[in-house]
């Protein structure tokens, strides 16, 4: 497949002589400890065209073979090709290979010439397959039978691009992926309440189904620092490695990442993490209770993010206490009674028009501080003065935002918070009861 030196003169020539190249690009584990760590888990195979011709670039290779019928056989034929070069580089079975799959092409049958390449993988490789999220929105049963067919082979299942489409976030699921894929205007552009909105729906899915999140396009620390302020766990991108040939001694690596299943790392020690309920150090609340922060990050790994970045999380959140069909508890502490602003009081008071409770903590709060608010002064020696947390519980919908100022100096949006999402109503009404204990019977 690789390296044909007959001249190419057609997209046919191309798919008949299968003159398909294979390139690799590191995906990594994410430590939200230690920014620095950069393991590598596996590589995503990345398919090229015969250089100097007008399909060397993909996107003009799938489009020239769709317009000739033949795009099946192309996908078969990249992917064989992927097996076959990670398999001749000595890819162990500790590393993962992702590559990228039509799912109409699954359904297909195999080109006899490249069964044995499909077979060799399935012997000797671990891999994930990814599916882009365009496909299940286009025709859901497709793809759905394709990810079936990749567990029935043992392996895993990616969602590719989640983001870069308004209607990705409903097919999370029915694909049901063991990998979540982050769109890199996503991570490169993490502000805005469309980020926040996914970044909400990927944590919830994720917590529930113990998928792990990859960031695509990480190409700058700041990136990076997105990344993991949206609770990624996996990372890929040019500031980890651009495609290219497998390394001469990836032989010989090995890491933990298990597929299906991708297991979240292991906090890492790190003197700037907070120290939890029950441990030295940990800080409970004058009443003698846990705070949420202690109780979610007790039982969740927490990321690290800025004001700026948490504050569409937290309004995403909010908005959820404006249904007055079920009427939910909103519930806050925001530190310092300056940052329920105006524009927040506006807020909390439409949610009290209709839920069963609206309730702030902060220093310096009125008992009253908006219209059908519950206010709660902080002492200047609380521990909730530390946090921020925006937690929701309703009929049928709970979720919690929980974070820990890391105490920075410098401008307001920029200071940076440890913090989790939960959308488990067991965790959440555990963070709930730890604030419903500092509210006074009116």
């Given at each position: 497949?690789?390296?044909?030196?007959?001249?190419i003169r057609t997209i046919d020539d191309v798919l008949d002589l299968r003159a398909v190249t294979t390139v690799f690009q590191p995906i990594v584990r994410l430590d939200p400890w230690q920014h620095d760590r950069r393991e590598v888990v596996g590589y995503e195979a990345l398919t090229r065209g015969p250089a100097g011709t007008p399909w060397e670039e993909p996107l003009r290779l799938?489009?020239?073979?769709?317009?000739?019928?033949?795009?099946?056989?192309?996908?078969?034929?990249?992917?064989?090709?992927?097996?076959?070069?990670?398999?001749?580089?000595?890819?162990?079975?500790?590393?993962?290979?992702?590559?990228?799959?039509?799912?109409?092409?699954?359904?297909?049958?195999?080109?006899?010439?490249?069964?044995?390449?499909?077979?060799?993988?399935?012997?000797?490789?671990?891999?994930?397959?990814?599916?882009?999220?365009?496909?299940?929105?286009?025709?859901?049963?497709?793809?759905?039978?394709?990810?079936?067919?990749?567990?029935?082979?043992?392996?895993?299942?990616?969602?590719?691009?989640?983001?870069?489409?308004?209607?990705?976030?409903?097919?999370?699921?029915?694909?049901?992926?063991?990998?979540?894929?982050?769109?890199?205007?996503?991570?490169?552009?993490?502000?805005?309440?469309?980020?926040?909105?996914?970044?909400?729906?990927?944590?919830?899915?994720?917590?529930?189904?113990?998928?792990?999140?990859?960031?695509?396009?990480?190409?700058?620390?700041?990136?990076?620092?997105?990344?993991?302020?949206?609770?990624?766990?996996?990372?890929?991108?040019?500031?980890?490695?651009?495609?290219?040939?497998?390394?001469?001694?990836?032989?010989?690596?090995?890491?933990?990442?298990?597929?299906?299943?991708?297991?979240?790392?292991?906090?890492?020690?790190?003197?700037?993490?907070?120290?939890?309920?029950?441990?030295?150090?940990?800080?409970?609340?004058?009443?003698?209770?846990?705070?949420?922060?202690?109780?979610?990050?007790?039982?969740?790994?927490?990321?690290?993010?800025?004001?700026?970045?948490?504050?569409?999380?937290?309004?995403?959140?909010?908005?959820?206490?404006?249904?007055?069909?079920?009427?939910?508890?909103?519930?806050?502490?925001?530190?310092?009674?300056?940052?329920?602003?105006?524009?927040?009081?506006?807020?909390?008071?439409?949610?009290?028009?209709?839920?069963?409770?609206?309730?702030?903590?902060?220093?310096?709060?009125?008992?009253?501080?908006?219209?059908?608010?519950?206010?709660?002064?902080?002492?200047?020696?609380?521990?909730?003065?530390?946090?921020?947390?925006?937690?929701?519980?309703?009929?049928?919908?709970?979720?919690?935002?929980?974070?820990?100022?890391?105490?920075?100096?410098?401008?307001?949006?920029?200071?940076?918070?440890?913090?989790?999402?939960?959308?488990?109503?067991?965790?959440?009404?555990?963070?709930?009861?730890?604030?419903?204990?500092?509210?006074?019977?009116?």
């Amino acid at each position: 497949m690789e390296g044909h030196t007959t001249i190419i003169r057609t997209i046919d020539d191309v798919l008949d002589l299968r003159a398909v190249t294979t390139v690799f690009q590191p995906i990594v584990r994410l430590d939200p400890w230690q920014h620095d760590r950069r393991e590598v888990v596996g590589y995503e195979a990345l398919t090229r065209g015969p250089a100097g011709t007008p399909w060397e670039e993909p996107l003009r290779l799938f489009e020239a073979a769709a317009e000739r019928g033949r795009l099946a056989e192309l996908d078969w034929a990249c992917r064989a090709g992927a097996y076959r070069a990670a398999i001749d580089a000595g890819l162990p079975p500790g590393l993962t290979l992702f590559v990228n799959a039509e799912p109409a092409a699954l359904s297909e049958p195999c080109p006899p010439d490249l069964a044995p390449a499909i077979l060799d993988a399935q012997l000797r490789l671990r891999v994930v397959t990814e599916m882009s999220e365009r496909a299940v929105g286009g025709d859901p049963a497709v793809p759905l039978a394709a990810a079936e067919a990749c567990r029935a082979a043992g392996w895993g299942v990616a969602l590719d691009d989640v983001g870069a489409w308004p209607g990705s976030l409903s097919v999370l699921p029915f694909v049901q992926p063991d990998v979540v894929k982050l769109d890199r205007h996503l991570t490169q552009q993490p502000g805005g309440v469309f980020a926040a909105r996914v970044v909400n729906a990927v944590a919830a899915y994720a917590e529930r189904a113990g998928a792990a999140v990859l960031a695509e396009g990480i190409e700058t620390r700041e990136h990076l620092a997105a990344a993991l302020g949206m609770g990624a766990t996996l990372g890929q991108g040019w500031l980890f490695g651009r495609p290219g040939p497998l390394p001469d001694d990836v032989a010989g690596r090995t890491c933990s990442l298990a597929v299906p299943f991708v297991a979240p790392p292991a906090p890492s020690p790190d003197a700037r993490r907070p120290a939890r309920a029950g441990q030295p150090g940990a800080r409970s609340s004058r009443t003698g209770h846990s705070t949420p922060y202690e109780v979610v990050a007790a039982r969740r790994p927490t990321a690290e993010a800025t004001k700026r970045m948490l504050l569409p999380l937290s309004r995403c959140l909010e908005a959820q206490a404006l249904d007055p069909a079920e009427p939910p508890m909103l519930l806050a502490s925001l530190q310092e009674g300056g940052h329920f602003t105006p524009a927040t009081a506006r807020r909390y008071a439409a949610a009290a028009e209709t839920a069963a409770l609206v309730a702030v903590l902060g220093t310096e709060l009125p008992g009253v501080p908006a219209p059908g608010v519950r206010g709660v002064a902080l002492a200047s020696d609380d521990a909730l003065r530390g946090e921020w947390n925006v937690i929701v519980v309703g009929p049928h919908f709970a979720g919690a935002l929980v974070a820990r100022d890391l105490a920075d100096a410098g401008p307001d949006a920029g200071r940076r918070f440890t913090y989790a999402l939960t959308y488990d109503r067991d965790l959440v009404l555990d963070a709930a009861r730890a604030l419903l204990h500092r509210i006074v019977p009116a």
